[in-house]
Each structure stands twice: as C-alpha cells, then as structure tokens.
C-alpha cells in the first residue's frame, strides 16, 4: 500500500457523466463538485490546478460503446495560491463509478451506454513523498520533459540539458516555438521558462542567468505531427560563455514551464535535481594528465577547482595553436586568481598573435588589479601590431588593445602619454 501523508480526505456525494476522446481537464472536475458548492469554491479558491489532468481509461479494445472513455481517479497537479514554487502536490479526485444502460440500469460493461461516477474522496499529497514512477507531465495534447545525461556531475563539467515536446494525439498540433533557454529568462504569472536553483539544508537560492538577452519579437508556431516529437538539447554551462555558472559543491535543482501562449495553456516538465561534486586530490592528479591530451573539459574542470598545481601545463597549453585551446587556458588562468597565473597569461600575451585574444587578456588584467601586470600593459601599450576591425571610425578601432591597455595602467595608477591611436614602428 503506497504511503503519503493525506492532507484532506474528503467524502462526499455527487454525480457526473464523464467525456471520452480527450485530455481531461480541471474544468471538468467542477462537474464532480458541482452539488457541494462550498467544497468547489475551497478547492479552487485555495489552489492553482495544472490545466490538464491525468485519468485512468477504459480499455480501446472493449467490446463496448464505452471504450476509450476517460474514468476516476483523476490526478492533477497544483499549488497554494499567492506561492511561486511551482508544483509541489498532487491532488487525487477519487471516484465510484456505476454501469448503466439506455433505461439507467445498472448493467455490465457489454451493455453500458453510460457511466455514472460518484466522489468519494479528495486526496491532496505533497508531490515529493510520493513512491511512484518518473513523472509525465499532464499537459493535454503534449508530454513535455527535460532530461540530464547522468545525475552527478564534477564542478566544472559542462552540463547538457534535452528538451522534449511530443504530441501524444493522434492529429497535428501547433504550438509556440520557444526561443530556448540561453536566450534570457521569460517569467510567466507563476514559474520561469527555466531556471536552476541551488538547494541547501536552509535556503532555496535561485542561480543567477549570465547569458545573453535576445528580444521578443513576433510569436511563430510550430506544427509536430502525431506521435512525433520536438528536441533539442543546450549546455546550460559553456565554460567560455556560461548562461548559468555551478560554482557550489551540492544539490541544483532544474525547472522549466513551455510557455504556449498560442493556446494560452503553459507546458510543466516534472523537476530534475542533479548533484554537482568537488574532485578529490587524486582525481585532481588524473585530471591534470588530461590536460597534456589538450582536453577543454579538462581546463573547466581545473579552472573551477582552482587547480595551481595545475599551472605549468597550462602554459604549455598558452602556445597552442588552437585559438579556440588558448580561450580556454587564459580564462582558466584568470580564474586561478594568484600571481603565478597572471605570470603566465603576461607571457603569453607577449606572443598571442590574436588581437581579441589580447584584447581578453587586457581585461583581465584590468580586473586582476595587481600592479604585477604593469609591464606587459605597458608593452600591449606600445603594440604595433593591432588588427583593424569594424567598420566606421577605423582609427580608433584598430587601436582597441591599446586603448585598453592605457585604460588599465590608469586604473593601476599608472600615467603613460604614449598615445595609443598613433602608429608606432616595431621595436628592433
């Protein structure tokens, strides 16, 4: 017998022909509660139900004029109004049902023509002490869920998130074609398209979103044909431009709402928690001898743990001649925050023949605020060397690095009238 903490039971007696063919709906339940308008007017002035609901069904392969047709219990999800959590209980309409006839006898099953249901109770459980399978969410005409390749991941680990939409009818539906998460947070009345929370013993602290925003612009749908499905999958923590950043060892918590406003009903995927864990000194060991493969998830994994042991090889990997390498390996030095790390991006600036990469590296040392950086902006400051880039004012932007770098020595407290929007002939 499944254990859960029953809230309210509730008996009682109503009646109410039930509907075949569609998705249930809360509206429906109004039907069931229609003879007990204080109840009703409880029920739906205390909680906020999900719009669809999930039913048992007689089975389509009966012999009966019956089969297909929706039946109790009928499970929905909802929370306490004036509450932003999402969710969190399920509440259990359960229900007596009786076979009748043309004539409204009582009959069996062959010979049904209706079917009379009868309220018997009201179950409201809070979602987590349930014992049951994965959740699918009740959304109508779709199935939308969000999945993870594993359930723990290592600080630094790029952390790939799949979305699912499928259409479980057996005619096309429309819906509105999402802009995806990593293209800034849409809030709706009561829930994010997405969102990440970190959980501790005493807080329920929402991540912070460190992407980029793009602009609504005009609403387009799209149609996925029956049984067929819409996927796509994000990493939600780019290492070189994260939209969420899991700096913490502990539990995150991952949600997300499809907003479908074609339709004006929003999409609930069921909750996903993932553990995010700090590597110990002898997976550090190992994980250092995956830098000398060049490995990128390797870098995000040693810049997270601020790995110094780790400093030496990745100014082997500074000379690389992977552009995409070397983004990597000064950002991870950036992240080191010590000395030796600002050493080394010193002298690999002192050969980067990028100039957005020496344009990175200015700013980092802008933000270092450590006077340890002075000769290697004083160089950038005399850099022959920068690219024309753009259009328009093409002066001022060939000379962005040292524009930047005289920047830097100021907030350092440095004056220097070299003037940086002047050519300057290469040092011998």
Known sequence: MRKALIYILIVMSATAGVSSGEPVR?????????QEPPLGNWLFGTLNFSIYGAAEQISPDVESKLRGTRIGPYIFHAFIRGSNAGYKLEVKFNTERVLLDLEGKVTDIGGAEKISERLTSVEITPRRMMERKPWRSMNGPFEYFITVGK??????????VTFTLRNRMGSPQKVQRWRGPLAGVSRGKYDYDFV???VSDTSYERVKYRGMFVCGGPMSCMTIEPKEKWEKTYVMNDFLHPAYTLDRAGTYVIKSTYFNNSSGENLQAEDVAIKVRRLNEVELEENRLKLYEEDANAIAITAFHKDILAIPILVRLCFSEDTDLRRHTYKALSMMACDD???AL???????PNYQQRLEIVKIFEKSGNPIV???????????????????DRKYRRYVVRRDASYALKKLGIEDNTPWDQEI???E
């Not at 359930?151 to 790939?160: S, T």
């Not at 010193?346 to 980067?352: K, M, T, W």
Request: hydrophobic letters at 50%.
């Open 425 to 427: 002939e290469p040092d």
């Open 341 to 343: 790390a600002l050493l």
């Open 26 to 34: 809360i509206e429906d339940m109004r039907l069931l509660l229609a």
């Open 346 to 352: 010193g002298e690999a600036v002192l050969r980067e």
């Open 374 to 392: 002075i000769p290697y902006l004083e160089y950038l400051l005399r850099d022959p060397y920068a690219a024309i880039i753009g259009i328009g």
């Open 151 to 160: 359930k723990e991941y290592v600080m630094g680990e790029a952390l790939p």
């Open 196 to 198: 990440i929370y970190y």
